[in-house]
């Protein structure tokens, strides 16, 4: 079975995709330089699988290190997760956000070719289809990035493209995500946002647990069902999944692709607190508040190119979701009735 290196692979797509790849019996390396993670995912994931996880300490610019790790891991393909992602930043430290997400994947790429290792899967963003002109939206929908953290990821997967037309890469697939949620059933790895939440479902696990007193629910006058903004949201255990299928698949198929990585299926933010209160049992206070600038009211994939090409398809409900990310906060918040 192949090698797998995954950057980031200690941060939440990252570790929960380490714990499906294992599943499917790859050998899994670890390169994290832990800016944004907590230490002790590598234990917990050797716990949770019983497998052993190679983990190297390390920034992806650092070529020399990277290109070792490649070589003495025989490493057949890289998954690239390691990045900055917070919008907001990017709009207040631009040149930061070029510099890990656009320098940081072109120092990998070097990386890659000094080692000779030729795949990649790397994680994009359905940010990049911005204001979408209906949904679903299929890959071939216009982008229109409307932030810096949008263009380095639009910047990346054209990047990787060139490399494969040009040769120096056999194939590489963008996998494009929608809104991932939700943490391993295990509750023993899950998401760790820093400060105040700014996505939905972190926020109302830290309602659910005490930790912020109510939800404000940004807008209620979009044109949706009931008026609150519509998400594709994508369980982190399916979402992890389709990047083994897809790595799979473009270790057997070269050449370069991008696929939507949803459930096909818009949630509101009332259905979600609807289901989380159903899930968990906890009610969730809400208000309703201005609209948040910049958002768009719906938005949700065609995910029908991950199944015909990988043979993909999200499994798991939004009441998964819900409770698998509310047994993640409440261990964390030390609340042992779940
Ligand atoms: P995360 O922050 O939990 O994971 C990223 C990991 O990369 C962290 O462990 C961090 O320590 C590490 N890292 C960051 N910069 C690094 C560097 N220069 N060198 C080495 N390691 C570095 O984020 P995540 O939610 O797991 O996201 C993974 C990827 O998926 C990112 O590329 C992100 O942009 C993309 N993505 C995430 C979402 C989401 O909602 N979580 C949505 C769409 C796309
Ligand atoms: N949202 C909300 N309150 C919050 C956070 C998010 O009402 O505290 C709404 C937001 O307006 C959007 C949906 O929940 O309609 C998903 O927001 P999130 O930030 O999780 O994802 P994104 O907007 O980036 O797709």
């Known amino acids: 079975m192949p090698n797998i290196l995954l950057t980031g692979g200690a941060g939440y797509i990252g570790s929960h995709t380490a714990v499906a790849l294992l599943a499917r019996g790859h050998t899994v390396t670890l390169l994290d330089n832990f800016a944004n993670a907590e230490r002790e995912v590598p234990d917990r994931l050797a716990q949770l699988t019983g497998a052993e996880i190679l983990v190297v300490e390390a920034d992806i610019r650092d070529v020399e290190t990277v290109a070792t790790a490649l070589a003495d891991q025989n490493i057949d393909a890289v998954i690239h997760f390691a990045a ?99 943490a391993h059933s295990s509750a023993m ?53 389709a990047h083994a299928l897809a790595l799979e698949y473009i270790l057997q198929t070269p050449g370069a692709l991008t696929v939507n990585l949803g459930t096909g299926t818009g949630i509101s933010v009332l259905d979600m607190i609807h289901a989380f209160e159903r899930a968990t049992g906890r009610t969730i206070p809400f208000k309703i508040s201005p609209r948040r600038p910049g958002d768009v009211a719906s938005y949700y994939a065609n995910p029908s190119l991950a199944e015909r090409l990988f043979n993909w398809k999200a499994k798991l409900t939004v009441d998964d979701m819900c409770r698998d990310s509310w047994r993640w906060q409440a261990r964390r918040a030390g609340i042992n009735d779940v």
């Open 189 to 241: 790895i899950g998401e760790t946002p820093s400060g105040v939440p700014n996505n939905l479902m972190p926020y109302i696990t830290q309602v659910a647990t005490g930790e912020r007193p109510y939800l404000q629910v940004f807008g209620n006058d979009y044109d949706t069902p009931d008026g609150t903004g519509v998400r594709d949201y994508i369980h982190v255990m399916d979402l992890a999944e």
């Open 84 to 182: 900055l992602k917070a919008v907001g930043e990017s709009e207040a430290d631009p040149l930061l956000y070029y510099e890990m997400n656009i320098v940081g994947t072109i120092r990998l790429f070097e990386a890659m070719q000094k080692a000779g290792t030729k795949n990649l899967v790397f994680s994009s963003s359905a940010t990049v289809y911005g204001q979408p002109d209906a949904s679903p939206i299929l890959e071939n929908a216009p982008t229109r990035v409307q932030n810096i953290y949008g263009r380095t990821k639009l910047v990346m997967e054209d990047l990787g493209a060139d490399l494969v037309r040009t040769g120096f890469l056999k194939g590489v697939v963008n996998l494009r995500y929608f809104n991932p949620v939700g």
